[in-house]
């Protein structure tokens, strides 16, 4: 997709979208135009049976929303909400969560290299923390916690703390059926009660501009979270835009198995341009550490017409896209080589 800049289009490789609807989503967004003069179903129950399934928990362990970033806040409104108190997660970070935390009332404590280091994250709880966001994969780097991972954080975090499992880019994930997998919604399932996981149809679905996203907890918080969201807030065509993308599970695993091939594909190849410290991603996008030149970075792609996301002081996120886009990328990256580490 290209963005217009000040001049010029720019492709944009800065907001980790797919390329495309899942087959059969179209045709179910125009075949329900004749009942959009009627309010959706509140509580979304046709979507949240159908996640429940997949997920293998109950339907009132479900909650769904206007996309993820919206149950993000509707979680720390309500669980972490004018308390004054801290809430922890790994710097670099998605933007939104600095400003979802101030909006609740907390604040906002970002920890350096809490994205791999759960002990780096557990320092900086004190008693004042009320929740800890774990973004799984993580958003900017692609770096993934396990299974073990998660299970020390909440042996070791405290039963008062809130541990909010962020995994918009989870579908990405490669070997999901690994036991060492990490999947914040088996922790739900085994009762955990401090936990709740997010999850979006922005990425993997492709949905970004229905805005639909969901939430697992336990039934008791999922409760009081369906009940914090606003009525009829998920439209008609959000919620059968995602049961349709739910139906489309062997291509969504088809368009997933690709992006785990080309991530690899764009990662070697940004290592045989020169830029030998690109980690491996476990999501849609790649990460170049450049602690001192992400936004000469940025202005060099700008130039050469891409749109890359930077984290200044840390690096720069690069979204997978169309071959093409990505090839060319690689030679605009290429040519900043001067400009790296
Ligand atoms: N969490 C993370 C880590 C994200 O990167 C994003 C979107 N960029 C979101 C949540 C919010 O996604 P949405 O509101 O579209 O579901």
Same mark, same amino acid.
């Given at each position: 997709m290209a963005v217009t800049m000040p001049g010029r289009p720019l492709t944009r490789l800065d907001r980790n979208e797919c390329t495309s609807l899942l087959p059969g989503v179209a045709e179910a967004i125009r075949g329900d135009v004749d009942g959009w003069h009627c309010y959706p179903d509140p509580d979304a129950w046709l979507l949240t049976e159908m996640l429940a399934a997949k997920l293998r928990l109950? &339907?009132?362990?479900i909650v769904v929303g206007p996309g993820s970033a919206e149950l993000l806040e509707r979680v720390l409104r309500t669980c972490v909400g004018g308390t004054r108190g801290q809430v922890v997660y790994a710097a670099p970070a998605f933007e939104a969560y600095a400003d979802l935390v101030r909006r609740a009332g907390a604040v906002p404590v970002a920890v350096a290299h809490g994205a791999t280091n759960i002990d780096a994250l557990l320092a900086a709880? %004190? &008693?004042? %923390?009320r929740a800890v966001i774990v973004c799984n994969p993580h958003n900017p780097t692609g770096a993934a916690l396990t299974a073990a991972d998660l299970d020390y954080l909440l042996a070791n975090v405290g039963r008062n703390v809130l541990v909010v499992v962020d995994e918009a880019y989870k579908e990405f994930v490669a070997d999901v059926a690994n036991a060492d997998s990490p999947d914040g919604v088996g922790f739900v399932a085994r009762g955990h009660d401090q936990v709740v996981v997010t999850r979006t149809f922005s990425k993997a679905h492709g949905l970004a501009g229905l805005r639909v996203g969901y939430l697992a907890a336990r039934p008791a918080l999922a409760r009081v979270l369906r009940r914090a969201g606003l009525p009829f807030h998920v439209s008609a065509p959000a919620q059968i835009a995602a049961a349709a993308s739910l139906r489309a599970d062997s291509t969504l695993e088809s368009r997933c198995s690709w992006i785990r091939g080309e991530r690899e594909r764009v990662r070697h190849a940004l290592h045989a341009a020169g830029f030998l410290q690109v980690p491996r991603s476990h999501a849609n996008f790649v990460w170049i550490p450049l602690p001192s030149a992400a936004e000469a970075f940025v202005s060099h792609c700008a130039d050469s017409g891409f749109a890359v996301r930077g984290y200044p002081g840390y690096g720069v996120r690069i979204s997978l896209a169309a071959p093409a886009d990505n090839a060319e990328f690689i030679r605009v990256a290429a040519r900043a080589r001067m400009i790296e580490q």
């Open positions: 109950h &339907p009132d362990e709880v %004190t &008693p004042s %923390t």
